[in-house]
């Protein structure tokens, strides 16, 4: 009766993943009408005229009372490290942009505050649409919001060449992105490579130095570790551009595609920074607390399940991969998080003192992800080894009994005793 129940659960529990993931696909945005408004407010009415990207053209009433164009609102999107953001841009009659506004988006809010604060969106102003908008050429990034930052200019490029190509007959290109690889992406194929050799040949003390120079790497100087908000935009379909964020695709992509080679998991006990910190918290503390009974603990370790399958849902229906972002990654190795964040932080990191991984072991996602990649393959492996042929068992069989009959022969002569085949 209980496993009928447990089954009952389970199965109603994947349908409404399914229909939430659904949800994200097709579900579309609010009206986009007000903040039509908010970057060129002199007009008075809008008039669509392209669909790819969307065009308006801006009106509003002449002396004559005839409608006359003022400009153009493009709307288009590009993007970024957590998903798309989707720009309104403004364009006057003389070809400058007057005003951009994010309609939409799906990166870490934190971030977008940011960039808000310092008032990036500004610097668009003035520009003209023939300008690449190229970030740290023709428009600063925010540190610490670099991606967020390079959506929202490509996005603009993008929607204010298409109005100068249809609208002003202008002969523009779009900038053709360079691949970028440098110290970023070298360190970190130079990390995978030595968590491969580690694991081949079993070499503890390369998984201290990996952990460590992840921390250091992939922590505090770079702040990618792999969250459940970008499983959220892998199961949502953002992808970003791998010639821009390369890292992204070895991290998402070539992690698991190893783990499930090797099958072993590499990323939480070779590769995570913040287990890395973790495990020198506890030897710092002892890390040897247990909990009484061990029952409670087991279902205590079970809270992840919940966590995992909650924040999935709520980033399908809120649209936002950056809502399953949970985890106290971004508020430590970025300096940046919500409310909340600020507030599991410091309790995370004081257990993890007296308790092993105690992120890992009762909250962090990174088993259950790695336990999917796993489940598969041991169940593939073990389809091969029961699909060898009876004839190669046999092989194997009479060649083992051969060489037990070689080894008695040899010590039957060590002994002066004839033995018959």
């Given at each position: 009766?209980?496993?009928?129940?447990?089954?009952?659960?389970?199965?109603?529990?994947?349908?409404v993943?399914?229909?939430?993931?659904?949800?994200?696909?097709?579900?579309?945005?609010?009206?986009?009408?007000?903040?039509?408004?908010?970057?060129?407010?002199?007009?008075?009415?809008?008039?669509?005229?392209?669909?790819?990207p969307?065009?308006?053209?801006?009106?509003?009433?002449?002396?004559?009372?005839?409608?006359?164009?003022?400009?153009?609102?493009?709307i288009?999107?590009?993007?970024?490290?957590?998903?798309?953001i989707?720009?309104?841009?403004?364009?006057?009659?003389?070809?400058k942009?007057?005003?951009t506004?994010?309609?939409?988006?799906?990166?870490?809010?934190?971030?977008?505050?940011?960039?808000?604060?310092?008032k990036?969106?500004?610097?668009?102003?003035?520009?003209?649409?023939?300008?690449?908008?190229?970030?740290?050429?023709?428009?600063?990034?925010?540190?610490?919001?670099?991606?967020?930052?390079?959506?929202?200019?490509?996005?603009?490029?993008?929607?204010?060449?298409?109005?100068?190509?249809?609208?002003?007959?202008?002969?523009?290109?779009?900038?053709?992105?360079?691949?970028?690889?440098?110290?970023?992406?070298?360190?970190?194929?130079?990390?995978?490579?030595?968590?491969?050799?580690g694991?081949?040949?079993?070499?503890?003390?390369?998984?201290?130095?990996?952990?460590?120079?992840?921390?250091?790497?992939?922590?505090?100087?770079?702040?990618?570790?792999?969250?459940?908000?970008?499983?959220?935009?892998?199961?949502?379909?953002?992808?970003?551009?791998?010639?821009?964020?390369?890292?992204?695709?070895?991290?998402?992509?070539?992690?698991?595609?190893?783990?499930?080679?090797?099958?072993?998991?590499?990323?939480?006990?070779?590769?995570?920074?913040?287990?890395?910190?973790?495990?020198?918290?506890?030897?710092?503390?002892?890390?040897?607390?247990?909990?009484?009974?061990?029952?409670?603990?087991?279902?205590?370790?079970?809270?992840?399940?919940?966590?995992?399958?909650?924040?999935?849902?709520?980033?399908?229906?809120?649209?936002?991969?950056?809502?399953?972002?949970?985890?106290?990654?971004?508020?430590?190795?970025?300096?940046?998080?919500?409310?909340?964040?600020?507030?599991?932080?410091?309790?995370?990191?004081?257990?993890?003192?007296?308790?092993?991984?105690?992120w890992?072991?009762?909250?962090?996602?990174?088993?259950?992800?790695?336990?999917?990649?796993?489940?598969?393959?041991?169940?593939?492996?073990?389809?091969?080894?029961?699909?060898?042929?009876?004839?190669?068992?046999?092989?194997?069989?009479?060649?083992?009994?051969?060489?037990?009959?070689?080894?008695?022969?040899?010590?039957?002569?060590?002994?002066?005793?004839?033995?018959?085949?």
């Amino acid at each position: 009766m209980k496993n009928s129940a447990n089954k009952i659960i389970m199965f109603a529990a994947a349908v409404v993943f399914l229909l939430t993931l659904v949800f994200s696909w097709t579900h579309t945005d609010n009206d986009i009408i007000p903040f039509m408004n908010q970057v060129f407010p002199e007009a008075q009415s809008f008039q669509k005229i392209a669909s790819s990207p969307v065009i308006y053209e801006g009106q509003t009433k002449g002396q004559n009372g005839r409608e006359e164009k003022i400009g153009y609102v493009v709307i288009e999107q590009a993007v970024a490290y957590g998903g798309p953001i989707k720009m309104v841009t403004g364009i006057n009659l003389q070809g400058k942009i007057v005003g951009t506004v994010i309609a939409v988006h799906k990166d870490t809010p934190s971030f977008i505050d940011n960039i808000l604060d310092q008032k990036y969106l500004e610097r668009f102003i003035g520009k003209d649409i023939t300008d690449p908008l190229s970030i740290n050429k023709d428009i600063d990034r925010i540190s610490g919001a670099t991606f967020s930052t390079r959506g929202i200019a490509k996005a603009v490029s993008r929607g204010s060449h298409a109005v100068a190509r249809s609208e002003f007959g202008l002969n523009v290109k779009d900038e053709v992105e360079p691949f970028k690889f440098g110290s970023k992406e070298i360190a970190v194929i130079a990390l995978v490579i030595l968590i491969v050799i580690g694991v081949a040949f079993k070499q503890k003390k390369l998984r201290r130095l990996a952990l460590l120079g992840s921390l250091v790497i992939i922590g505090f100087q770079y702040n990618t570790p792999i969250s459940l908000a970008n499983i959220a935009g892998l199961l949502m379909g953002n992808f970003p551009s791998i010639r821009e964020n390369l890292v992204w695709y070895i991290l998402l992509i070539g992690i698991p595609v190893i783990t499930f080679i090797i099958g072993k998991n590499i990323y939480c006990f070779w590769f995570c920074p913040f287990g890395a910190l973790q495990e020198i918290t506890a030897k710092v503390g002892g890390g040897k607390f247990k909990c009484c009974n061990k029952a409670i603990e087991a279902k205590a370790a079970k809270l992840r399940y919940i966590l995992i399958y909650l924040a999935l849902i709520g980033a399908f229906l809120t649209k936002s991969p950056s809502f399953a972002g949970y985890e106290p990654f971004a508020t430590l190795f970025g300096r940046q998080g919500f409310g909340i964040q600020w507030l599991i932080l410091p309790v995370v990191i004081f257990s993890s003192f007296f308790i092993s991984r105690f992120w890992c072991r009762f909250f962090c996602p990174g088993l259950i992800l790695n336990e999917i990649i796993l489940r598969p393959r041991r169940y593939i492996m073990g389809i091969l080894e029961k699909g060898i042929p009876e004839k190669v068992k046999l092989k194997k069989v009479q060649r083992i009994k051969g060489v037990e009959e070689i080894k008695a022969r040899s010590a039957n002569e060590l002994n002066n005793i004839e033995v018959k085949q």
